[in-house]
């Protein structure tokens, strides 16, 4: 009997020691600025109004392969300790022949959401459009969010976060800004 990898209809090695990156698929042209890995640079700044400020580090993978849609993923990390803070990954997609946008993030505190919104230019602007959470989730629960992602003229990529939650209006939660270490 034919093991399941038999039924692979490419090479599975492939995934795992894939050496060339595909071409970017053109509907994703218009994102194509975000790509590479990107670290912060300084750390980012994050408030709200139930919560002592703070500042974060923070890397950020946005790749692609070959498909209509982008994968990321960010890591944030204490400044002082490294310790592991909030983390999310998932994807970016484009209507093809627009310029409306879905990002699409799981996150490690049990949320999950889409986005929606428009790129324009070196801009992606997106606001939740669903948004799930586990059934333990800690309260206030965020009912709504809002990103800013730019890529700035010193070719650093800003990205500003808001958020309202069951208690609290849309107020800005964080801002970062980073520098890129790989295409």
């Given at each position: 009997?034919?093991?399941?990898?038999d039924?692979i209809?490419?090479?599975?090695?492939?995934?795992?020691?894939?050496?060339?990156?595909?071409q970017?698929?053109?509907?994703?042209?218009p994102?194509s600025w975000m790509?590479?890995?990107?670290?912060?640079?300084?750390?980012g700044?994050?408030?709200?109004?139930t919560?002592?400020?703070?500042?974060?580090?923070?890397?950020?993978?946005?790749?692609?392969?070959?498909q209509?849609m982008l994968n990321?993923?960010?890591?944030?990390?204490?400044?002082d300790?490294?310790k592991?803070m909030h983390?999310?990954?998932?994807?970016?997609?484009?209507?093809?022949?627009?310029?409306?946008?879905a990002?699409?993030?799981?996150?490690?505190?049990g949320?999950?959401?889409?986005?929606?919104?428009?790129?324009?230019?070196?801009?992606?602007s997106?606001?939740?459009h669903?948004?799930?959470?586990?059934?333990?989730?800690?309260k206030p629960?965020?009912?709504?969010?809002?990103?800013?992602?730019?890529l700035?003229?010193?070719?650093k990529?800003?990205?500003?976060?808001s958020?309202?939650t069951?208690t609290q209006?849309?107020?800005?939660?964080l801002h970062?800004t980073?520098k890129?270490?790989t295409p």
């Open positions: 009997m034919a093991g399941w990898t039924r209809p490419w090479d599975s090695s492939s995934c795992v020691h894939q050496r060339e990156t595909p970017l698929n053109p509907v994703m042209e994102l790509l590479g890995t990107w670290l912060s640079d300084p750390p700044d994050g408030t709200f109004t919560m002592k400020p703070f500042q974060y580090l923070e890397e950020v993978h946005i790749s692609h392969v070959g209509p990321f993923s960010f890591n944030a990390f204490h400044p300790t490294r592991p983390r999310e990954c998932g994807f970016i997609r484009l209507k093809p022949d627009t310029n409306k946008v990002f699409i993030s799981a996150q490690n505190t949320l999950v959401e889409v986005e929606e919104g428009e790129v324009n230019g070196q801009e992606l997106i606001a939740s669903s948004i799930a959470r586990i059934s333990f989730a800690k629960h965020v009912e709504q969010i809002t990103r800013k992602f730019r700035n003229s010193d070719g990529l800003e990205q500003t976060v958020m309202a069951t209006p849309m107020t800005q939660h970062i980073y890129k270490v």
